[in-house]
């Protein structure tokens, strides 16, 4: 029988449509006091926590809109997410997903006036009423990071534990200089990822959609001792 943790982890999305039901201060900061226990090398805790909300979060909303309006606007990515050339299967995953999620939303193939505009949508945070961005010293190490790693999927799955969703965002290293100056970072300080929080919009199609993932089988290499148990 599934326990509540495995309830919270497999029942979570990558929300893309919110209500605007507000969330209490003391639940985000119960959530991110729970995520804390995440470990990390020589705990070092390495995570740092940007909430937004309200008149900063719409400020911020605007000016990334405003920018991405400006001719020859290119934003400054605070890291390379993805590879510059990519292979196999992960060029086939991506495009899988990027297929399946226009096609919830309605959105044909070629319709690039429509793609943009919910690319756009990331940057809004979905509709969400509460913005979060997760940080760290950009002294650090790759260690580092993967301890970040732990600490955000902790605080997705703490959200799930108290009916939030959430929506871990990439779309906003591209924009590292706007976010960096909006939220007053040190100079030292490096962003991540974005992430949205809220309650899901139960009427948008595109909250019903749910990414594929592949079978242990093709992840896993068990590496088992003679007498181990089977």
């Known amino acids: 029988m599934p326990n509540d943790v495995d309830a919270a982890i497999t029942g979570r999305r990558a929300v893309r449509a919110f209500l605007q039901d507000p969330v209490p201060l003391a639940l ?22 940007h909430v937004i909300t309200g008149g ?26 993805y590879p510059d050339r990519w292979f196999e299967p992960y060029d086939s995953r991506r495009r ?22 919910a690319e756009a949508r990331n940057l809004e945070f979905f509709g969400a009423p509460v913005g979060l961005f997760f940080c760290t010293d950009r002294r650090l ?24 969703d ?33 309650y899901r919009d139960p009427d948008r ?3 019903a959609f749910e990414s594929p993932r592949a079978p242990p089988s093709d992840f896993v290499t068990v590496h088992a001792g003679y ?4």
């Not at 900061?29 to 995570?47: D, F």
């Not at 990439?170 to 924009?175: D, E, K, P, V």
């Not at 007498?227 to 089977?230: F, I, L, N, Q």
Request: hydrophobic share 45%; net charge positive.
């Open 28 to 49: 985000i900061q119960h959530i991110l006091a729970v995520a804390s226990r995440a470990p990390s090398g020589g705990n070092l805790q390495p995570w740092k926590v």
């Open 56 to 81: 900063p979060k719409a400020r911020l909303e605007r000016t990334l809109a405003a920018a991405l309006a400006t001719p020859g606007y290119r934003g400054k990515p605070a890291y390379p997410y």
């Open 96 to 117: 899988d997903i990027a297929r399946r999620l226009y096609a919830a939303l309605g959105i044909g193939r070629r319709d690039v006036i429509a793609m943009r505009r």
């Open 141 to 164: 190490e790759a260690g580092s990071w993967l301890d970040m790693g732990m600490f955000v999927g902790n605080v997705m799955t703490a959200a799930r534990g108290h009916g939030l």
């Open 166 to 198: 959430t929506c871990p965002q990439a779309s906003f290293i591209s924009h590292h200089d706007i976010v960096a100056r909006h939220l007053g970072l040190a100079e030292e300080e490096i962003m991540l990822c974005g992430m949205a929080l809220g």
């Open 205 to 207: 199609p595109e909250n």
């Open 227 to 230: 007498g181990d148990a089977e």
